[in-house]
């Protein structure tokens, strides 16, 4: 079978390139990717693949293959893009100003277009039946996943697996990676308003500067963080943003903070989502302030089940060679494709983009961020690969 797989993807590869290139040119942002879909759906009926649109943007397509209520087994991409100005020279650069494909989500949408093809072509060497799950929205709250299986995207069929692939620039070409058990962490958003009292800053004893009161607060929640760990799960607690609209000679009414908390554990997650908003509203009074901490609860953390993640190891060594296939290990990154693994059996694998020799070293969200074109027939046929096994 992956001698089968191969030849179609081999034949298949300039048309995969320039899909790849297509939706490189066009970015469109989260939610917004009615030109994209339109290309996927474009490309399904080429190929004589049903499909229906769901939550506006997404598409979900059927392959049967023989005796098709035997089993179901799904293959996610996601569609959207980033709001991040693309600095490559490059034909296919970003032709949608400030808006660039700097997650890769092109490619995993052509590495599932081109899975299709091949499973189209194979439908008849295969028991059962392959979902395609062209997603929305992953980059932003509350996920296009979260959508997509409010709309029942995991049924009619019933999805009994399912399977997705995420590029990753510090892997090289032609390797790709895979970690049973917890693999991704959760991703909640902090938004921290400390309101104070404005005024002149020669007049002290007229204001209550909510600039200072928010520097003190923050090294106290971090200590108070480390307090809350039990050490049994990691996390990350960080702030990146910080903004008060006052001058050299004026004190603002309000200063605030934006941050990230990621977990390993969501019982404990829940609990500090509480103890936290509890202690800034302490400090706040305390320091005769007012404002909040609020927590916009983000994805899961993402679990990728052991039984369908070890098999799919041992598919990809079968497929690539052992020496192409790395045990990963747990990263503080997020992924909404987490929802569906905290629904059914998933496995999440990384794919390997990274060519030195030809200047392809930038991580994502970079706006140098490209992948070596290789890669797209690693991912491609081996999602088709992984689906057929899987079967099994």
Not at 25 to 35: G, R, W
Not at 59 to 75: H, M, Q, T, Y
Not at 246 to 272: F, H, K
Not at 339 to 364: K, T
Request: charged share 25%; hydrophobic share 40%.
């Amino acid at each position: 079978m992956q001698k089968k797989v191969k030849h179609i993807i081999n034949l298949a590869f300039d048309t995969l390139v320039k899909w790849r290139e297509h939706l490189h040119a066009n970015p469109e942002l989260s939610f917004q990717e009615y030109n994209t879909s339109a290309f996927v759906a474009s490309r399904l009926d080429e190929m004589n693949v049903s499909y229906e649109v769901v939550a506006n943007t997404g598409i979900v397509a059927l392959i049967e293959g023989v005796n098709p209520s035997r089993k179901c087994v799904a293959l996610r991409a996601d569609l959207d893009a980033l709001p991040i100005k693309e600095e490559n020279k490059v034909l296919y650069k970003s032709k949608v100003d400030g808006v660039m494909h700097a997650c890769g989500h092109d490619v995993h949408t052509t590495c599932l277009l081109g899975a299709a093809m091949v499973l189209s072509d194979l439908r008849s060497e295969f028991q059962g039946t392959i979902k395609l799950i062209f997603q929305p929205g992953e980059e932003v709250l509350p996920g296009g996943a979260s959508l997509m299986i409010k709309e029942g995207v995991l049924e009619n069929p019933k999805v009994d697996e399912i399977i997705a692939l995420h590029v990753l620039p510090t892997m090289d070409v032609g390797k790709v990676g895979f970690k049973a058990g917890q693999y991704m962490a959760s991703c909640d958003e902090l938004y921290l308003t400390v309101k104070g009292k404005g005024g002149h800053a020669a007049l002290p004893d007229q204001y209550n500067n909510p600039i200072m009161i928010l520097a003190k607060l923050l090294p106290k929640l971090e200590l108070y963080m480390k307090s809350l760990s039990t050490g049994d799960s990691s996390y990350i607690f960080a702030f990146g943003k910080f903004h008060a609209d006052g001058a050299t000679n004026v004190i603002p009414e309000v200063a605030q903070a934006e941050g990230t908390l990621r977990t390993m554990d969501e019982s404990w997650r829940g609990l500090v989502h509480q103890k936290l908003e509890t202690f800034v509203a302490e400090f706040l009074k305390s320091n005769n302030a007012e404002g909040q901490l609020e927590i916009r609860k983000g994805y899961p953390f993402l679990q990728n089940d052991d039984d369908l993640t070890c098999s799919s190891m041992r598919s990809a060594k079968m497929y690539l060679g052992e020496a192409m296939v790395e045990d990963m290990e747990i990263r503080m990154t997020a992924e909404d494709f987490s929802y569906y693994s905290h629904e059914i059996p998933a496995c999440f694998f990384r794919l390997g983009v990274r060519n030195e020799d030809l200047g392809i070293i930038h991580g994502v969200h970079h706006s140098q961020f490209d992948i070596d074109k290789q890669a797209l027939k690693v991912g491609a046929g081996l999602m088709a690969f992984l689906a057929i096994n899987a079967l099994d």
